[in-house]
């Protein structure tokens, strides 16, 4: 399948800017280069953050994020961050995700030459997350992240938060970097009627898995004041367990059991074919419903019969 | 995009047979040939009637045609035919519908050259209907097809229905056939939990645009023997005028009412990319969504930059 060989990644950086339009651009162009496809740039106001999707091989992905790394460094400040999303860096978390056929190992590889680097180059300490976590508790993005860029110091001043590489101080603008390798995530975010976030806190603890909620599932409540509205915001780490229909479905129960309603949601960065397939089966009840059973899809896949 | 030039029309020839896989696997055959991409077969034993899913250019997709009316009228008789869908023919209806770019125009005058000639080769009533209707009553098949292969002598002898092309009475063993041009039709059906036909009437008839219903909706009531349920099973002719998920809802709505539940559903053919992403973006509350938030669309799109 087109753009679908062995060793194809898609990285999917994070960065702690979401307001200068300008510097968004610089730091996409300086993510760009030779052999990097900038798939999608989603930006959000209130978060002060930026989903990138990028697809490539390794080599080209480190230069190209490297890039990224070096123009953040120089253009974002975290001790004036302003943002409601969680965040230790300018470069927040930067996760590799296997495509088609390419092995997890292949994802794992690049995030571990992408970390040396980045540590050697900028003096930035790194974490390892999820499967290129070389520490079982460091799996968990949430653990790594919890205390913010505010309470990195102290963090880092533990032995049991030694960076993965890099120094055990912040770096002083820059904060750290969480770099990892994953299954596609898709981050959904369902916008209430309510403008108290005490109700999108309490629908997100009921919706994710570390509070006993769904499968696969991480949640936050946040207030979103470009819009005057409260938003639980979501990370589906395996659709497949959960799907987004199921999801928004148990966002609208626990908010109508605080007598708020979802208005809107929004699915930042790309999805997955099949993720949107799996909503439509759902909702229609279907037995199955895959790529081949769309019109668009049978038409490139029978054009060489012609 | 692949697929997609001016010329390219889908045609989904639907035949009086869905019980004999070896009838139905020789009019599959018999409608493929040069230029001709069979994109869909599906076949229903209940209906006994298979919907066909072509694609090719006229002149191709004519010639293939014309092997299938003439596999068909060689081994389907209508005089023995029993299936629960409405019909009038061995070959009981043909619309083409224009892909991409093709202009409508394309697919109405590959209907009336298809009209022509089937009338000449086989000696069979043609009635012209949709886009192709040459008379203003005549663009409903629905009308065209009342009264069935049963009633189609009586309805022949009415100067009032003689055919667009052909002779003013019935094949013996064939019928008669409608051919015409259209915009993508949707065939989704829902199957209730209840054997009762009398509820699955009365669901279609509240949806259905013909009694005040849904907007490009049709709908009918069919008893499926071979599930011992009762199915609602209807027609989307203009999934941008009513979803899929808004007619699936309101038929689970209305079976509610008659204290039924919609226990499956079915899409019969293939289903155009947009018209999934719909049930997506209203499920989900979406404010938009196009295939260009698909992960696969956007590295498919960007390949070329690598």
Same mark, same amino acid.
Not at 53 to 64: D, P
């Given at each position: 399948m087109a753009g679908y060989?062995?060793?194809?990644?898609?990285?999917?950086?994070?960065?702690?800017?979401?307001?200068?339009?300008?510097?968004?651009?610089?730091?996409?162009?300086a993510a760009s280069g030779p052999g990097v496809r900038v798939l999608d740039v989603?930006?959000?106001?209130?978060?002060?953050?930026?989903v990138l999707t990028l697809a490539g091989e390794e080599e080209a992905l480190i230069g190209g994020l490297l890039g990224l790394?070096? *123009? =953040?460094l120089a253009s974002?400040?975290?001790?004036?961050h302003q943002g409601v999303h969680p965040r230790l860096g300018a470069v927040d978390v930067t996760p590799f995700v296997p495509l088609g056929a390419t092995p997890m190992a292949t994802a794992v590889h690049a995030a571990k030459m992408l970390g040396v680097e980045v540590a050697r180059r900028f003096e930035l300490p790194v974490f390892l @997350?999820?499967?290129? *976590?070389?520490?079982?508790?460091?799996?968990?993005?949430?653990a790594i992240r919890r205390g913010g860029f505010e309470g990195l110091a102290g963090k880092l001043a533990d032995v049991a938060w030694a960076p993965d590489f890099g120094p055990s101080r912040p770096?002083?603008? $820059? $904060? =750290?970097t969480v770099i990892g390798a994953r299954f596609f995530l898709i981050a959904c975010n369902a916008i209430l009627d309510t403008a108290d976030v005490e109700v999108a806190r309490a629908v997100a603890r009921a919706v994710r898995e570390s509070a006993g909620g769904l499968p696969a599932v991480?949640?936050?409540?946040? @207030?979103?004041?470009?819009?005057?509205?409260?938003?639980?915001?979501m990370n589906l780490v395996d659709f497949r367990r959960t799907s987004l229909a199921l999801a928004l479905d148990r966002v609208r129960e626990e908010a109508a059991a605080h007598g708020a309603r979802v208005v809107a949601s929004e699915i930042v960065g790309l999805l997955p074919r099949q993720a949107a397939l799996d909503v439509v089966r759902e909702t229609l009840l279907l037995p199955a419903l895959d790529p081949s059973r769309l019109l668009e899809e049978r038409?490139? =896949?029978?054009?060489?019969?012609?």
């Amino acid at each position: 399948m087109a753009g679908y060989i062995r060793s194809v990644l898609e990285c999917v950086p994070n960065f702690s800017e979401g307001r200068r339009e300008a510097v968004i651009s610089r730091l996409v162009s300086a993510a760009s280069g030779p052999g990097v496809r900038v798939l999608d740039v989603s930006s959000d106001p209130d978060h002060n953050r930026t989903v990138l999707t990028l697809a490539g091989e390794e080599e080209a992905l480190i230069g190209g994020l490297l890039g990224l790394y070096e *123009a =953040a460094l120089a253009s974002i400040d975290l001790r004036t961050h302003q943002g409601v999303h969680p965040r230790l860096g300018a470069v927040d978390v930067t996760p590799f995700v296997p495509l088609g056929a390419t092995p997890m190992a292949t994802a794992v590889h690049a995030a571990k030459m992408l970390g040396v680097e980045v540590a050697r180059r900028f003096e930035l300490p790194v974490f390892l @997350y999820e499967d290129a *976590a070389v520490r079982g508790e460091r799996r968990s993005l949430a653990a790594i992240r919890r205390g913010g860029f505010e309470g990195l110091a102290g963090k880092l001043a533990d032995v049991a938060w030694a960076p993965d590489f890099g120094p055990s101080r912040p770096h002083p603008s $820059g $904060g =750290a970097t969480v770099i990892g390798a994953r299954f596609f995530l898709i981050a959904c975010n369902a916008i209430l009627d309510t403008a108290d976030v005490e109700v999108a806190r309490a629908v997100a603890r009921a919706v994710r898995e570390s509070a006993g909620g769904l499968p696969a599932v991480r949640a936050l409540g946040f @207030y979103l004041a470009s819009r005057g509205q409260a938003q639980v915001s979501m990370n589906l780490v395996d659709f497949r367990r959960t799907s987004l229909a199921l999801a928004l479905d148990r966002v609208r129960e626990e908010a109508a059991a605080h007598g708020a309603r979802v208005v809107a949601s929004e699915i930042v960065g790309l999805l997955p074919r099949q993720a949107a397939l799996d909503v439509v089966r759902e909702t229609l009840l279907l037995p199955a419903l895959d790529p081949s059973r769309l019109l668009e899809e049978r038409l490139r =896949a029978t054009s060489a019969q012609v």
